[in-house]
Structures are given as C-alpha cells and as structure tokens.
C-alpha cells in the first residue's frame, strides 16, 4: 500500500554559492500543497520525498517513482486519481528549483510521463504553472548536448516522450506561450550536435514541427530562432543546427511560407529593418530559403523585382549578387517559373552602375554550365556587353564563354564563340590576350584532343586559323603571343617528335591560305631573329672598336624592335649584350642554340642553361630575365630539327603510299602531300641543313615523279634551297636528280621550270654545261604557230639568261630581235573571244597571250642578267614596252585581240617597266613620258589590272629596290572609284613612309642618298606626274582642279601626318623652289609650265590650309631632281598668282550651288524624250576620297556650257569594276547599291557614254574637239590608260549605269529648266 503523508509547510533556503548541492543537509523552498484533500500518496517501497533527505536519496526515491510513472499508461484510471497528488507535489518549487540536475533530471522526466498518462488534460490548471513546468523541461534538455553523460539515455528518454507526445502543444492555450516555444527552439538548435545519431534528430524535429504546423502562427521571434541557423557565420558555426533548420522548413512549407513572406515584406519593401536582428542578413537568408525549397519564397520573389529597380546602385549590386546565384543554382528552375523576374535581371546586364554589369556577367558562367536552355536568353545580352566601355567586363564577358565551354563545348553556341572572336582584336592588350589564350584552350582540348569527338572538333575548327591571322596585327605583343599559342596549343613542343610533327602535318594542310602564310611568316621572323643573334654574337668574335660597337648597337635596336615595350628591351638588350661580352659560355650556349644543326632536345637545355646563368635568387621578379626569355623562346628551334624532318618525310611516304591517316584527320590524300610539300619547302628556307639526308632526298625525288604539278614544283624548291651539299656527299641522289630536272625545264609547267633552272644553277658545279643542255634545243625548238607550246621554253631560256648572263646573253640577243619581238610580239596569229569583259580567269586566257606574257617578261630577265646598255637593248625594250601601253596592249592594232587579253598585255608591259627601273643602269634612261605611262597603269580600267600592279608597286617599294619616283605613282589612286583601293594605296603610302623614314634613322646617308630615300623628296615626282596627268586638260576649271587637289592631298595627308624636323615648311619650301623652275620634259612649252606653276599652287594651297607651321624657315634646301626639272635664268622670278580667289574659295568651301527660283515647285518640269532623275540633290558634302582633307567641297552641280541634260556627265565615274552588281560611291564617300529607280522608262532610249577617266580611247582623239585639240596636244592624249569601267559589263548595260553623281547633277539641272 502506497504510504499518506501530509504536507508540513516548513520551508528550507536554496544552497547557497559554494555548499554542495549533495549535501546531506539542505533547505527546499516552500512547496506547493496539492489539491483535493492534500495527501500523496507514493508507489510502494517509496517513502516520503522532503527536505530531511539527502540528495542521494532523493533522487534513488524518484527514480522509482519515475519507473512508476513509465509503467503507467492512459487507461490506469484508479492510479491516475491515486498518483494525482503525487503529480502535484512533483510539480512543486522543491523540485522545479532544485539544485541537483540529476533530480531535475528524474522530476522532468516524470512530469514528462505526467502529461502522456493524463492526456488531453494536464493536471496542472494555473497557467502560471504550466508556464514554469515547460520551462523548466526545456532547460533539462541541455542535457541532450553531451552524449557521452550516463544519464543521456534519460534525456534522451524525456526528448523522446515530449516528442511522442507532443506535450508542448498544450501551451497553445498559454498566452506568453512563444516564450516557451521560442526557448525550446534555441535549447534544441544550441545542443544539437554531430554526436547525435539520427533518433535524436528525428525527435527534435517532431517536437518542433508539431508547434510550427499546429499553431496559430510562427511569431518573429520563434521564426528568427529558425533562420538564425541559415546564416552563414552560424551555418559554419554547426552544421547539425543548419541541416535541422532546413530539414524543419522544408517540413512545414506551407505554414511557414505566409511567415518569410510577412518577415520580408516588411524588411524589403517597408523598410522596417528594427523587425528582426537577422533584417541585415536578408540577401543570404532568400539565397539559403531558395535552397532549401523555392516554395517557401513563392511570395518574396516579386519583392526582389521592386528592388532590382531601386535608385541605389549598391542596393541593385547586392540584388543581383542574389538573383545571380539563385538563377545559377545547379537545379533552379526560377527562371523558367518566374519569366517577369528573369527579364527583369537580364536588363541590369545593361545597368548604369559598372559593378552591376560586371556581376551580370559573371553570373552568366555558372548560368551557360548549369542551363544551357538559357543561353538564347543570355546571348543577346552578352553580345552587348562584349561591346561595353568597360576594358573588365570585355575581359570578364569572355572568361565567361571560355569556362563554360571549357566544362563543356555544347554548353556555348557559335554566336557565343563569334563574340570572343571578336575581342581577340579589342584595343585592349588583356583582353585580346584573354580571347586568344581561351580559345587556345579549346582548340587543345576539343580539336587536338578530341575530348569531344570529331563534331565538337569540326565546330571549332576555325579557331586554328583565327588565331594565326592574328600575326598580322601590327602589335608585337600579338606575335609572340600567336607564337607562344603555337608553341603550347597548336603544336606542343612537350610531344614526342613523331606525335608533334604529325599534329603540324595535318594542322598546315587544314589551314586556310592567310593562316598558312601567317604560319610562315612567323617561322621567317623567328628565323630573321636567329639571324640578327648570330651577327651579334660574330661581332663578339671581332677585335673591340668604334664600328664594332655601332655594329652593336644597331644590331641590339634590331633584335629589341622584335620584344614587347622596345624602350626597355633596347635597355635590357644593351645588358644582356654586355653579359655575353663578359661570359664565354653563356655564348657558347648561345651559339649552340642558333646553331643550324641545334636539335629541339639540345635547345630545351641551353635555354635552361642560359635561363639558370642569369637567374638572381633574392630577387623576386627580374625583367630583365623576363626579357630574355622572351628572345629565348622566339630563336630556340622548338618544333624543327633534324629528327622532326625526318618524321615529316615519313608521314608524306605514308600518304604518298595511301597507309597515312589522312581521312581520319579530315584531309584527303591529295591534299596532305601537297600541303606536306609545301610545308617541307617552307621549312627548307629556314632549316636548310635539316634536311641533309639520303633518305628525304630520296623520298623528294619520288615527289618529282608524281603528276601533281604543284608537288613536283616544291619538291624541286626544296632541292634548291637544301641542296648544296649533294654534289659533293650524295652523288646518288645527283645523278637521279639532273635528268629529272632538265626534262622540268623542258617540258614541265612554266613554275616548275623556272625552279629546275634555279636549282641546277644552285646546286651544281657544271652548272653552265647543264644549263647549255637546255638552252640549246629548247632555242632551235621555238615556235610561234605552236603557243601553247612555247610558254615553258620562254620561262626556262629568260632564266638562263639572267642566271648566266656572260654565256646566254649573245645567243639570246638573236632570240630576241628575231623571235620575241618580229615573230611573236608583232604578229597576232588568232583572234580573242570578244566578250566585252575586262578581265577573265587564268584558265581562260589564249594560250597566243601567255605566252607574249612570257616574251616580256624574258626580255626584262634578258636584261636584268646583262645589267648594262651597251647595245642599246634597253632603250629599244622600253619603247616596245611604251608601245604596247600606248596602243592599250593592242601593238599591232588589228583588233584580234580581246580586251580582256589587253589588259593583261598592259599589265605585263607596266610590271615590265617597272622591274628594269628596278636595276640603277636602266633606271636612268627610263624617259619621264616612259615613267609617266607605266605610273598610269594604277589607273587602269580594268580593276585586276590596277589591284596587282599596285601590289607589285607597293612590294618594289617596300624592299627598297625601286626608286623613291614611284612612290608618287599612289597620288593617282585618289582617283581610283573603288573605294577598297584607294583605302589599299593608303596603307601602302603609310607602309612605304614608314619603312624609309626607319631605314634613314638606322643609316647615316649622304645628301644624294637621302634624296633617294627621305619620303618628302617624292613632292617634285608626284607634282611632275600630276601636271602630266592626261585628265589635267583644263587647269583654270573646277572639276579639273578638285581632282589635282585631291591627288595632292592623298599623298600629303600621310607625308603631313607629323612634322618632324619641320618637314611641313621644307615641303612648302621644296614647291615654292619647284615654281621657280620650268618642265624638263617640255620646257619650252608655255602651258605645260603653266600647269606645273598651277599645281605648285594648288599643293602651297593644300599645306597652308593644313599646316600652321609651314611659315617657319627650314634648315634644309631642297634638291629638285635634274631629270624632271630645269633650273631658269637667273633673272627668272616667278611671283604669279595662278589660282583665282574666287577658286581658292571654291577648293576650300565646295562650288555653290544654283539657288532654284521655283522653291514651291514639288515635281520637276519634264522634258520629252529627256531622262529624269529621282534623286534629291545633295546639300553639302566632302570629296569621296579614303582620307579626310580638311579642305572640302561639294558636288559639281551643273555644267554652264551644257545647253542639253544629256549632254552633262560626271567628273569621275562611281561604278566599281568587275562586278555584275557593281557598287557605286556617293558624294560623301558611302557605298551604295546601284539605284535601278533613278533611270526612267525613257532611258531606253541611246544613253550618253560615261566619260572615260585618263587617256581617252585613239578613237576619241583621232579627231577631237576644235577647243580640246590644243589643250590635249601637249599632254599625249591617246595614249596610255582609259578610264576605270565594268570589265563584266556589255557597251549598252554599261551606258545604263549611272552614278549617283550624275542623279544629282540631273537634279540640279531640272531646277534648270524650271527657271
């Protein structure tokens, strides 16, 4: 029977600090009497539990009244009433303050077991009560915290009950009830730990989530509780807490998602931050909220579009930081789910504020990598943004594209790929270096790895060639750069010799052909450099001495001209150069590296060896040891050796014998040995010795013996170029070899033969008796009834004779007068397809034609090898040549021939010209009118014609072989209506300038040699030139004298670009002196002067309105060349004025145009049977020429003298040649489409001839206008060019073609007729 006790009401004191809580002897605070009639009734064998005890037998007493407690159940009523003192009683101060944790460790787990047995109802009425009962439970679950305690099984036991229970939920009822709940959730998140295993866990979370989903509400304090552990500094902190919070809330999405939403409503768009402490830490809280379920943020999300829109920038900043990683998480579907938000963060891509964009743009990586679905979306933006002022987030736009397609090349479509192209070009030095380098690292992995498989490869295939265009960019950071790429991506110099050289093998034959010349131009500036490093180190080997030194130095300003930042590399060039003066085997080291015989092997090591030498190990960085690697990597022969030659010529035997792996690479057969050809005969000019060996010669020579014609041609350069040695070590390979050449120079194509003969010249010792064996029969074998036939003989016999003029030159003369000229030149045995084209295809021309090509370019071979004029050769060839000029390629004038095989015949007569000026004993007795007629070849109708004789002008001049009066041949291409080609002359005049203007600082040059070489010595040329300009007809009109001004200017804009040494008052010094002089040419002609004096005019003209400081005096005389010009009398003073004021005016502000009288009138007045032009006139405009001259004018408007429309034409035709849709050039220099709308039905009628630009045709000036006749007899009128003109073009589809000029001039005229 249980024992009946009766509560005594003493009262004990609470321990005091520092007794001990085991006391034997101890004071209760006073307890609560229980209700009814206040007895307790205890469990049997448990006696009375008061303040007389010890702790320990109060805590042995409740453990049994708590195994009592656990054996009851729900269903024991009788017990239920027995016990319900007992309940009370442990509800009491005594024990919910007891001292001793481990009795209020067995009290709460009895009041834990009092709410499961007495469930629904507590026994416990007072709120206040059960206020303190909760409380006191929650702060007994500390004790969860060390799982290591022997009493955690009962902590354990007591969590588990609350839990199972869900006894907490009967403080709904309270009214501070969150106070409880709020300490239950810190207690919980405080001591959870990893120790726990997954029960406690479970537990905890059952707890808490039957008060978050069966309450009102989550208050803000219990909901900060929660978030609190998403924090990152708490997250960090214990892990366990934030995986519990997460776990909780996706658990109770629904109840919790109207409270986070309630929360940042009030901290996002009220501003109320004094609502929670975490109202600072919102951004991270969405980022972890979205994390763990997007569900709980449904709400939230439109409030982040409110704020993506705010006037702050580091407000939108921190947004979009959110928005970035909420739309980038690997399995977010917010984009897709929230399509107004999206868009809403695509438009900060264009934000005002920098960091915003720049963050928009790193965002963009981890979206393209974790939704390639959103690329489309992204593409747009992105492309702006690689525009964008910003040099970072240029740069950042591509580091974007290369990650993701780095991890995965699906993941980037082509337009992403084009915008980083694009940059490889950006003004900017990082951000060219990014592009280039990113798209380096997919070439390696997609394409030489084949990571991706051959489509990936196939998709990417054009970044090889985009990156080795890159070389011809002007910046020589650009080069090394290409060369470093190459080196490291393209064809890894780590590889083994087989494995690299296949990877170069198949890589030149993929190339295009501006990347193949790229590819060689690099290898040939490497090359260069070697050079320049083997001179040095030569003059290293010479006595010291003051031309040592300038030898020295100007061969260090070389080699630094070839480093980034010249300034410096000069300076570290000087030291570097002073160190190997010091250190003998840091040259030997040197010397062995530019070795020809060096191996890629011997060269990694000198370049560590050199590298080791001149390392300083308490420096931290050394520029000047960066600097010489920089030369290092460029002269050390990392691909091409010996052994890779080798490699090279077995991978050609394999495709030659059909083993290689050719179409598994992409190539055909075909394909791979004439690119491997052509790849060994690069390499031939550059490491000639490499290829030293019986086994590539022999491999060579079954290249000669195959049918392609252009594999047979670089088998034989090779040879030439590599060859000198097989006289003498390799007589096998040399008596295969001579048959095989003499038959090529027979009877192969004209290149190959040209190279034969070389080849035999450079190779062998008997060269004059094996060259005799070819000249012999091929001579006694010429034929003219045969052209097609006689093509490679003229090409094998013009090379003897310049290869070996002592022998030839005799024979070759009779040649010449009796053949070349009498028989072939002067006959036309066959009549050309009259097609009315200009120019056709190489396949197309008659064979009768190539080969009088071929006969002029023997005579100029002829007399290049002979290189002097005792037999009056030359002059006889050059009135030849000037002949075939005059007649416009038709010299014997019987209209057989085509004028597409004229232009061609033009084209061979001015490249002829201009080649023997190119040798100083023909130079001089070139005539000014011979000068005049080739320099007129630029402005040739035919535009083929006028594009290669201008490259071949611009590449004579470049290498400074052809003398500086040729340079003023590019004045004329201001004339050129193609605007691609006047924007090519430009860029030839700036090259050519630049190339002297550099050769005069590196050479010290004496008067007469600067003449030659000083750019602004071209002035007398071109003013000579222009004044015999067969256009130059009427000098006092305004047409006539805007053209002029326009030749003058293209020339002096670029010679005026910078006035150094006050060149801009020597060139207004060099025309004044011009003016005082009279026309070599003709100086007894009044008005061939007069037009010199008016040119001297309109070019003081041009510099005076160009330049302020042309006025100051200029130290240097110039010298006006003899040729050109005669010195006057010495009374002779000429001090006219020649241009009128009003036409000054006029060149400088344009002509005026006629004001019209009917200013109401909307349609123009008709004519019958006149054509009528739609086109509106144009109001003001400049010149259409490619440079800006500061001196504008405006369109011609009307020709006074014209009593009809018809009869008015422009000054200068807008069509360009050539082309079936030809592009006409309006008056402010634009390109347009040809306007079919300007030509009225009526202009079905006879059309009137666009006038011709240059020389009239002989039919024109056979019979010429009474007025015109005197004008044009001083100039030469019928001779030489014609005007530019539609090649593709009929006579009535060309008359149909007007220029927009013309529209306006037709305009103005209509505004005519209404007056």
């Known amino acids: 029977m249980p024992v009946c006790l009766c509560m005594d009401g003493d009262v004990m004191r609470p321990a005091e600090d520092g007794e001990d809580e085991t006391s034997t002897s101890m004071e209760f605070p006073q307890q609560q009497k229980p209700a009814g009639d206040g007895k307790i009734f205890y469990p049997p064998g448990v006696k009375e539990i008061t303040d007389k005890i010890s702790n320990d037998e109060v805590v042995k007493r409740l453990k049994m009244v708590v195994k009592t407690y656990m054996d009851m159940d729900q269903d024991s009523e009788e017990e239920k009433q027995q016990y319900l003192g007992l309940a009370l009683h442990l509800a009491s101060e005594f024990f919910l303050r007891n001292p001793n944790k481990d009795v209020r460790l067995l009290v709460a787990c009895c009041l834990a077991d009092i709410f499961r047995i007495y469930a629904p109802e507590a026994p416990y009425t007072s709120h206040d009560k059960l206020k303190d009962i909760f409380l006191f439970i929650t702060r007994q679950l500390k004790g969860l915290e060390d799982t290591k305690s022997p009493q955690f099984n009962r902590y354990f036991y007591l969590l588990e009950n609350l839990a199972w229970v869900k006894s907490y939920n009967i403080c709904f009822e309270l009214e501070d009830c969150n106070e409880i709940f709020t300490q239950l959730f810190k207690t919980l998140f405080s001591v959870i730990n990893n120790s726990h295993n997954q029960k406690v866990q479970m537990h905890m979370m059952d707890l808490m989530c039957s008060i978050i989903m069966e309450g009102d509400g989550v208050t803000q304090e219990l909901l900060d509780s929660i978030l609190i552990n998403l924090i990152p500094a708490h997250k960090n902190l214990n892990k366990q807490a934030y995986d519990l919070a997460k776990t909780i809330l996706k658990r109770t999405v629904q109840t919790m998602e109207m409270c986070i939403a309630n929360f940042f409503n009030q901290v996002l768009v009220m501003g109320k931050s004094s609502v929670s402490d975490l109202s600072e830490h919102v951004f991270d809280l969405i980022q972890e909220l979205f994390a763990i379920d997007p569900l709980l943020l449904t709400s939230v999300m439109p409030q982040l579009e409110f704020k993506l829109k705010s006037n702050d920038g580091e407000e939108r900043l921190a947004v979009v930081r959110l928005l970035a990683k909420l739309f980038g998480a690997k399995d977010s579907e917010l984009a897709t789910h929230n399509r107004p938000l999206w868009q809403c963060f695509l438009g900060r891509f264009n934000d005002i504020h920098v960091p915003v964009r720049l963050e928009c743009v790193k965002f963009a990586s981890h979206c393209l990598m974790n939704h390639p679905d959103l690329a489309i979306d992204l593409t747009e933006f992105l492309k702006v943004r690689s525009h964008d002022p910003e040099e970072a987030i240029r740069h950042d736009v591509i580091v974007t594209i290369i990650n993701a397609g780095k991890k995965d090349l699906n993941l980037v479509n082509d337009q992403l790929l084009a915008f980083v192209r694009e940059r490889t070009l950006d003004k900017r030095w990082r951000v060219r270096k990014e592009a280039m380098m990113g798209l380096a690292q997919l ?207 077995k991978l050609l035997n394999k495709s030659i014998e059909g083993t290689a792996d050719d179409d598994e690479e992409g190539v055909t057969p075909d394909t791979a040995i004439r690119s491997g050809l052509e790849l060994l005969k690069v390499l031939s000019f550059t490491h000639p010795t490499a290829f030293h060996s019986s086994e590539t010669y022999e491999s060579l020579l079954q290249c000669l013996k195959m049918e392609d014609d252009k594999v047979a041609e670089a088998a034989i350069q090779i040879f030439r170029n590599t060859g000198q040695k097989i006289e003498t070590e390799l007589p096998q390979i040399r008596s295969t070899l001579i048959p095989i050449l003499h038959q090529k120079a027979k009877r192969g194509t004209p290149h190959q033969a040209k190279q034969a003969v070389h080849c035999i010249h450079a190779i062998f010792n008997n060269k004059e008796v094996q060259l005799a064996q070819i000249f012999e029969p091929l001579s006694r074998s010429l034929n003219a009834d045969v052209p097609e036939q006689l093509i490679t003989p003229l090409v094998s016999l013009g090379h003897i004779s310049m290869l070996a003029p002592d022998q030839f030159a005799s024979p070759m003369k009779s040649i010449v007068a009796n053949f070349i000229v009498k028989d072939l030149l002067m006959n036309d045995r066959s009549v050309g397809n009259m097609n009315g084209k200009l120019w056709t295809p190489d396949d197309e021309v008659s064979p009768e034609v190539l080969a009088k090509v071929q006969a002029i370019k023997l005579l100029v071979r002829w007399l290049l090898g002979m290189k002097n004029n005792q037999s009056k050769s030359a002059n006889s060839t050059l009135r030849l040549l000037s002949a075939m000029l005059v007649s416009e390629g038709d010299l014997t004038e019987q209209k057989k021939i085509s004028k597409s095989d004229m232009s061609r015949l033009r084209l061979a007569a001015g490249g002829a010209i201009m080649k023997l000026a190119q040798e100083p004993c023909y130079h001089d007795i070139i005539t000014p009118e011979q000068f005049q007629l080739c320099g007129l070849v630029i402005n040739d109708e035919c535009y083929q014609v006028r594009q290669i004789f201008a490259q071949k002008l611009h590449l004579a001049l470049v290498k400074l072989t052809l003398p500086l009066e040729y340079l003023s041949v590019f004045a004329l291409c201001a004339k050129d209506p193609v605007k691609e080609r006047r924007a090519h002359a430009r860029q030839c005049l700036l ?125 240097t005389d110039p010298v006006l060349p003899d040729k050109f010009y005669l010195a006057p009398e010495k009374d002779f003073q000429n001090d006219k004025d020649y241009l009128a004021a009003d036409m000054r005016q006029m060149l400088l502000t344009g002509k005026p145009k006629p004001a019209p009288v009917l200013t109401t009138v909307n349609k123009a007045l008709t004519v019958p049977g006149r054509k009528i032009f739609k086109t509106p006139v144009v109001t003001s405009s400049n010149t259409s020429t490619t440079n800006s001259s500061p001196l504008s004018s405006s369109p011609v408007t009307v020709n006074k003298n014209t009593k009809s429309i018809t009869a008015t034409e422009p000054a200068e035709s807008r069509t360009q040649e050539n082309n079936e849709n030809p592009v006409i050039k309006n008056e402010e220099g634009k390109v347009e489409k040809e306007p079919s709308k300007n030509v009225t039905p009526n202009a079905g009628k006879e059309t009137p001839p666009v006038k011709r630009r240059g020389r009239p045709p002989k039919t024109t000036a056979a019979a010429p206008p009474a007025a015109a006749s005197k004008d044009t007899a001083s100039t030469g009128a019928g001779r030489g060019r014609k005007r530019a003109a539609d090649a593709n073009s009929t006579p009535s589809t060309e008359s149909a073609k007007v220029s927009k000029q013309q529209n306006d001039e037709g305009t103005n005229q209509q505004i005519d007729v209404q007056r």
Request: charged share 25%; with cysteine; proline share 4%.
């Open 443 to 649: 070439y390696k992995k997609y394409c030489l790895h084949h990571e991706a498989g051959k489509e990936s490869a196939l998709m990417i295939s054009w970044i090889k060639d985009k990156l080795l265009h890159i070389y011809y960019q002007n910046s020589i950071d650009d080069k090394l750069l290409v060369e470093k790429i190459f080196a490291q991506f393209m064809v890894p110099h780590s590889l083994e010799t087989e494995e690299k050289m296949k990877c170069l093998y198949y890589l030149y034959a993929c190339l295009d052909t501006n990347a193949v010349k790229a590819l060689n131009e690099m290898w040939k500036c490497q090359n260069m450099l070697r050079g320049l490093v083997k001179e040095l180190l030569d003059l290293h080997k010479l006595p010291a001495s003051e031309a040592n030194s300038t030898a020295m130095f100007g061969k260090l300003n070389n080699i630094a001209k070839n480093l980034p930042d010249a300034g410096k590399a000069q300076d570290f060039m000087k030291r570097f150069n002073q160190v190997l003066g010091e250190d003998e085997k840091l040259r030997i080291q040197l010397e062995v590296l530019i070795s020809p015989t060096c191996s890629c092997k011997q060269a990694e090591i000198c370049v560590r060896e050199i590298t080791r030498k001149l390392t300083f190990p308490k420096q931290p960085t050394n520029p000047f040891l960066e600097m010489v690697k920089f030369l290092l990597e460029r002269i050390a022969p990392v691909h091409i050796d010996s052994e890779a030659i080798s490699a090279l010529v």
């Open 991 to 1115: 090259k050519n300038i630049s190339v002297r203007r550099e050769y005069i600082k590196q050479n010290s040059l004496t008067q007469d040699k600067l003449m030659s070489f000083l750019p602004e010595y071209v002035v007398p040329f071109m003013v000579h030139l222009l004044a015999h300009d067969p256009d130059f007809t009427k000098p006092q009109e305004y047409d006539m004298l805007k053209d002029i001004k326009e030749c003058l200017w293209f020339m002096l804009e670029v010679l005026m670009t910078k006035n150094e040494n006050n060149s801009h008052g020597f060139l207004r010094k060099m025309v004044e002196k011009i003016k005082q002089t009279k026309d070599a040419q003709c100086p007894d002609d009044i008005k061939a002067n007069e037009k010199l004096y008016i040119l001297c005019d309109v070019a003081l003209f041009v510099i005076v309105n160009k330049s302020t400081a042309c006025h100051l005096d200029s130290p």
